[in-house]
T-cell receptor, first 111, second 116 residues
Framework: DAKTTQPNSMESNEEEPVHLPCNHS???????IHWYRQLPSQGPEYVIH???SNVNNRMASLAIAEDRKSSTLILHRATLRDAAVYYC????????????FGKGTKLSVKP | DTAVSQTPKYLVTQMGNDKSIKCEQN?????MYWYKQDSKKFLKIMFS???????INETVPNRFSPKSPDKAHLNLHINSLELGDSAVYFC???????????????FGPGTRLTVL
């Protein structure tokens, strides 16, 4: 399994962009990169995923380095509701759903 | 409508008791999971079921047994509860891995189990 490194915590001001980094230097060529987040007292929720190209959806953008050894989750305008723990999870195709959650990054958003 | 629901939300019980946590999904998914989140907030997969067959079973004590009466339900039975079983348990579901190219999992709200 690919190992990940994320900052323990980050702070952001409301309405400002947030860049959440993740290093996954041991990722294999076929591993998807998933991002989930867990709001306080809730279950995790899917944010975005990608393989090689940068990806955008209504929640966030995912920028994947050319060598795929790192990725950055971008929240374009942080809101108070975005305060959560963000998990970067490389997933192997055919791993039968075995998502391995690390420690994640706890994002605090200040008004 | 809640996509993945769990009951109960809170469960307080004595050591040695047997308890069950129920999970239901209305998404038509083929695969369901159980995760455990301990006091240090580490989230670990326990089981997954695909079309009524267990496909993942991590190093979980056999006191824990998942039971799936149908595709929409995966209940977690725990026998002889121990203090270390205290945690938040999350149920999740996803599409069958054979038909989609990614594995987005939808999580329930969690069940906080406290063993006294």
């Amino acid at each position: 399994d690919a190992k990940t490194t994320q900052p323990n915590s980050m702070e952001s001001n409301e309405e400002e962009p947030v860049h959440l980094p993740c290093n996954h230097s041991t990722i294999s060529g076929t591993d998807y990169i998933h991002w989930y987040r867990q709001l306080p007292s809730q279950g995790p929720e899917y944010v975005i995923h990608g393989l090689t190209s940068n990806v955008n959806n209504r929640m966030a953008s995912l920028a994947i380095a050319e060598d795929r050894k790192s990725s950055t989750l971008i929240l374009h305008r942080a809101t108070l509701r975005d305060a959560a723990v963000y998990y970067c999870i490389p997933e192997e195709r055919g791993s039968q759903g075995n998502l391995i959650f690390g420690k994640g990054t706890k994002l605090s958003v200040k008004p | 409508d809640t996509a993945v629901s769990q009951t109960p939300k809170y469960l307080v019980t004595q050591m040695g008791n047997d308890k069950s946590i129920k999970c239901e999904q209305n998404l038509g998914h083929d695969t369901m999971y159980w995760y455990k989140q301990d006091s240090k907030k580490f989230l670990k997969i326990m089981f997954s079921y695909n079309n009524k067959e267990l496909i993942i079973n991590e190093t979980v004590p056999n006191r824990f047994s998942p039971k799936s009466p149908d595709k929409a339900h995966l209940n977690l039975h725990i026998n002889s509860l121990e203090l270390g079983d205290s945690a938040v348990y999350f149920c999740a579901s996803s599409q069958d891995l054979g038909r989609v190219t990614y594995n987005e999992q939808f999580f329930g709200p969690g069940t906080r189990l406290t063993v006294l």
